[in-house]
């Protein structure tokens, strides 16, 4: 019996599955807690066991994923780290993204670094690193180390290690652990925003294995890392960046598992996001560029994913500037009146029923503004934005009344786009509500909430829609067609066009179905995979406008934590072995300095003993000491003279295991 949790958005999803007979045996649901993530976490598990009527001591095995590390580096919340760049020019802060990662986080540039053959290029002082580090630990967390060429000679990564545990004690990130290609600047920034996350992933770690030891739950705990593959929470804590895209692509291993599909389309709605992605011979296509998250482009292998912010909790807008009805969806996300009006009945109802009143509809109609921690916050804000927070006198305010003036609004969209506050307003789970299809939350409040919003006025004055239903059914067409789009534009991306392509005539009046004299049909090859608990409202009008065939699976609104609990331990390795001149071949060697032989064999058998060795700990490290392996050699040639002259080659070896259960 396996236990999967998925920590998103929105929910934590929890799971109970039978490895023997490979079936779900229940599920839960609990609202993700952002203030403290362990109450989400512990209401998830303690519903799914008591759904399961199953002992806690039956679990043995748990498996968790999240989007706490990308939603951290989205939102500008890694801690404060220093930089170590050993080797490289004063400009290597503007190449790559370096600068703009580091944003206002010190730097150390120091020479040293090696060549391409791991060389050294000029020696590395470390007591003025031990001086440039004591003048900067106090300010920071953890420290990022990146050499010039420290995947072909890390010599001088280490010593920087051993200097800044040896002055601070604080945790330190090195580039060549994280990736073996080369560009220094690129990897650069993947050990800043590693450094960035260790003490964000650490604690949430630390609050899942409190949360299961309470329960009385000793079973190993396995973390999904952005590739779909799983790695313990030991390993995960030394690079959580590769946690990034965690939860996406859990989703991804989770729907190939519950559909048996090979190739497909896969699209997972949420309550904030609609992530996409392709998914070829059963596994999903990994991004070769290495994944973007925050604007920064990292060299972290993770799922080909295209997010949109488009989800049942997308902010409805009308475009005032247009004739006749153009809403828009997102990519804000806001509380659904409908889902407060459960706690607020009162203040929303009242709200509602007022503003209907009025014989002309207000710009903040319907709308109300939440602030969890009400007093916490207020004590904290000083000024014009501690003004917002007094004029709504408590948690829950209307936002009619509350920001009488522009400034205030202008204040509250900032204070939003921080997290103080939170907006309810109009979204999709309202419009679904209001036509029967979701019975969640509270139907009536839906049901007022669209029939003031269809009273709004378009740039010649008219009411957008004739009433509640109407509008409500609107909105279903609109995020149904917008989801379209996206899957679509996903489809062009995989084969070489630009995802504005979607935008062309021509497409959108094939979409459309209203070309006359000229034939034109868009559509997917594939299937379509619908997740997410909304996936069976919607998916099957999506797969009708791209003329594809759909497929829900049963759990598709828990599929990440199915994913999570399926999924393998999968690591790779690669050395690279170089030819400095002819009959010379060098191996580097992760760790060491490189080795040289004059036999080509030779040098590959040395490396192939050091991979394997490095696999076999680290398998044992990532929690699966049982495992198979696959060698690739790729060789780089050079044609002189007819003759094909060696110059570089990889091996890779790549282990894949099912990760050990409890004993």
């Not at 296509?285 to 990292?298: E, K, L, M, P, Y």
């Not at 709200?351 to 319907?366: A, F, H, S, V």
Request: proline residues 4%.
């Amino acid at each position: 019996m396996l236990l999967g949790i998925d920590t998103g958005g929105t929910y934590t999803d929890a799971v109970v599955y039978d490895e023997g007979s490979q079936s779900v045996v229940a599920t839960a649901k609990s609202p993700t807690t952002h203030h403290d993530l362990a109450v989400g976490i512990c209401a998830a598990i303690d519903a799914v066991l008591v759904a399961a009527q199953l002992p806690a001591d039956r679990i043995e095995l748990v498996s968790l994923s999240t989007t706490l590390a990308t939603n951290a580096l989205v939102e500008g919340k890694g801690r404060p780290v220093c930089a170590v760049i050993i080797g490289f020019d004063g400009d290597v802060l503007e190449r790559a993204g370096l600068g703009e990662a580091l944003g206002a986080d010190p730097a150390i540039i120091l020479a040293g670094g090696h060549d391409p053959h791991g060389n050294p290029l000029a020696a590395l002082d470390a007591e003025l690193l031990a001086r440039e580090i004591a003048a900067v630990a106090d300010g920071v967390e953890a420290f990022a180390v990146t050499a010039q060429f420290s995947v072909r000679n890390p010599q001088h990564e280490l010593t920087a290690a051993d200097v800044v545990r040896a002055v601070t004690g604080k945790p330190v990130t090195l580039s060549h652990h994280l990736s073996a290609r080369l560009n220094g600047p690129k990897r650069a920034v993947t050990a800043v925003l590693n450094a960035r996350l260790i003490s964000i992933i650490d604690g949430l770690v630390r609050t899942t294995e409190a949360a299961l030891f309470e329960r009385g739950i000793h079973a190993p705990l396995m973390v999904v890392r952005g590739d779909g593959s799983l790695v313990s929470a030991a390993f995960v804590r030394e690079r959580p960046i590769e946690t990034i895209l965690s939860g996406p692509a859990a989703s991804l291993v989770g729907a190939a598992h519950l559909t048996g599909a090979t190739d497909a389309v896969i699209a997972d709605i949420g309550g904030t996001t609609t992530d996409i992605a392709v998914l070829r011979d059963g596994v999903p296509i990994v991004s070769v560029d290495g994944a973007t998250v925050g604007g920064h482009q990292t060299m972290v292998s993770a799922v080909a994913m295209r997010t949109h912010g488009l989800g049942g909790d997308s902010h409805v807008v009308h475009d005032e500037r247009a004739v006749g009805a153009a809403l828009q969806l997102g990519p804000r996300k806001v509380v659904p009146v409908c889902q407060l009006a459960v706690h607020e009945r009162a203040v929303v109802h009242a709200m509602l029923d007022l503003q209907l009143t009025n014989p002309m509809p207000g710009e903040l109609d319907g709308m109300l503004l939440v602030a969890e921690h009400y007093e916490q916050r207020l004590a904290a804000l000083e000024g014009v934005e501690r003004a917002v927070l007094a004029a709504m006198g408590g948690r829950v305010a209307v936002a009619a009344q509350a920001l009488h003036t522009r400034q205030l609004q202008r204040v509250m969209e900032r204070l939003v786009q921080r997290g103080v506050l939170q907006l309810a307003a109009f979204t999709p789970t309202d419009a679904a509500h209001v036509v029967g299809m979701q019975a969640t939350y509270d139907a009536g409040a839906a049901e007022k909430a669209a029939t003031l919003f269809a009273r709004k006025r378009d740039r010649l004055g008219k009411a957008i829609a004739a009433d509640g239903h109407a509008l409500a059914m609107l909105t279903i067409d609109t995020l149904v067609r917008r989801s379209a789009e996206a899957v679509l534009a996903a489809a062009f991306v995989h084969d070489g066009l630009s995802a504005d392509s979607v935008r062309q005539p021509v497409v959108q009046a094939a979409l459309d179905r209203r070309l006359g004299v000229a034939r034109a049909a868009i559509g997917l090859q594939l299937p379509l995979i619908g997740l997410g608990a909304s996936a069976p409202a919607y998916y099957p009008m999506v797969a009708g406008i791209l003329g594809a065939d759909v497929r829900i699976p049963d759990h598709a609104g828990v599929a990440n934590a199915v994913g999570a609990v399926v999924g393998r331990v999968r690591l790779s390795h690669e050395c690279i072995v170089s030819a400095p001149q002819q009959g010379q071949f060098l191996v580097h060697v992760a760790g060491e300095a490189p080795a040289m032989f004059t036999d080509l064999d030779a040098a590959l058998a040395v490396a192939r003993r050091h991979l394997l060795d490095a696999l076999t700990a680290d398998m044992v490290a990532a929690g699966a000491p049982v495992f198979e392996t696959r060698e690739t050699w790729r060789a780089q040639t050079v044609d002189l003279a007819g003759i094909d002259m060696f110059v570089e080659g990889s091996l890779t070896l790549t282990a894949s295991g099912r990760p050990e259960l409890a004993r």
